[in-house]
């Protein structure tokens, strides 16, 4: 029999509500927040041109904003008095709405002005060259998109290209030593959407760049995924597996073989009762 599955990408809004569910049961945003003030003031110090009056900001695929106002707030206190001209790439009509409420709300404090690009970075990049844009930046990020995007290498190359004089590109991605990995690793091949198991470190070996990287530790707590009729638990399954409505579309075999593999104590703990998942996440910065 065909399957139904419908890879989650397919639904922006379905998307965005199992994104929403994975942040509440994960350590995601935390982890993140913890690497842009402990390790992040260090590798912002050496960003811009000496003499310039600006900095330029570029975040692709910032979602609704909360780390890239975290980010921007963090090099402001870095170079203190430099405006920051910041560009938004983001193709998801209401994340961009709400990154704007929460400059309204949060970012009354930074010196900071802004210009939404909404849409893919495989168009912005089309764009940019299509204009003859010369723009360069002096910080770009890529927070866990690379994913979703066409190419991982051409994309990397393309904003690695348009960093200014000292500029240093940030990419967050899950681990290789997270549970994500082996994971997808084992059930890529019969999960409709394309492989999430990137290996970004060797793409950049690949590419001949160098960089820095970080581990960042992280967890997401699945126990809900094993609570049948729990609508938490199938919005997070279905972001584990980029699959729209897993539990009512996947196959029966595929369904005992994923809940069979996530229960098992070498894929996940156990802790207090819950059950959780390995969500380590790499930072790898690579400069000009
Ligand atoms: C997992 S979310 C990460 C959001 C945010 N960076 C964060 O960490 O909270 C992935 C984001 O990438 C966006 N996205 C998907 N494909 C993209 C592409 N080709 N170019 C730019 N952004 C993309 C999605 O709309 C979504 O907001």
Redesign the pocket.
């Known amino acids: 029999m065909e399957s139904s599955m419908k890879p989650l990408g397919s639904d922006?809004v379905h998307y965005l509500k199992t994104?929403k569910v994975f942040l509440e049961h994960s350590t995601e945003?935390m982890c993140?927040e913890k690497f842009i003030d402990e390790n992040l003031p260090d590798i912002l110090v050496s960003i811009g041109n000496k003499g310039s009056s600006s900095l330029n900001v570029l975040g692709?695929?910032?979602?609704?904003g909360?780390?890239d106002l975290k980010i921007l707030g963090r090099i402001q206190s870095k170079h203190p008095g430099l405006p920051i001209h910041n560009e938004v790439?983001?193709?998801?009509p209401e994340?961009i709405s709400s990154y704007k409420e929460l400059v309204k709300e949060k970012g009354q404090d930074l010196n900071v002005s802004f210009t939404w690009n909404q849409m893919?970075?495989?168009e912005y990049e089309k764009q940019n060259k299509e204009r003859n844009e010369s723009k360069k930046f002096d910080f770009i990020h890529m927070?866990?998109?690379l994913y979703?995007?066409e190419s991982v290498r051409d994309t990397i190359k393309y904003f690695h290209s348009i960093l200014d004089t000292n500029g240093k590109l940030l990419i967050?991605s899950v681990s290789d030593g997270s549970g994500w990995y082996p994971f997808w690793k084992r059930f890529a091949s019969r999960f409709p959407s394309s492989s999430l198991f990137l290996e970004v470190h060797k793409t950049l070996d690949e590419m001949g760049m160098t960089y820095q990287i970080y581990e960042l530790p992280s967890d997401i707590d699945i126990t809900d995924c094993f609570i049948e009729g729990s609508e938490h638990g199938e919005l997070l399954l279905d972001f584990l597996t980029e699959v729209k409505h897993f539990r009512k579309t996947a196959p029966a075999d595929l369904k005992d073989e994923v809940f069979q593999y996530l229960g098992q104590p070498q894929n996940s703990r156990e802790e207090n009762g819950r059950i959780i998942f390995n969500n380590n996440l790499h930072a790898i910065v690579i400069d000009n």
């Open positions: 922006h994104f945003h993140m692709v695929g910032s979602g609704s909360q780390i790439v983001e193709p998801n994340q893919r970075s495989e927070i866990q998109i979703y995007v967050l």
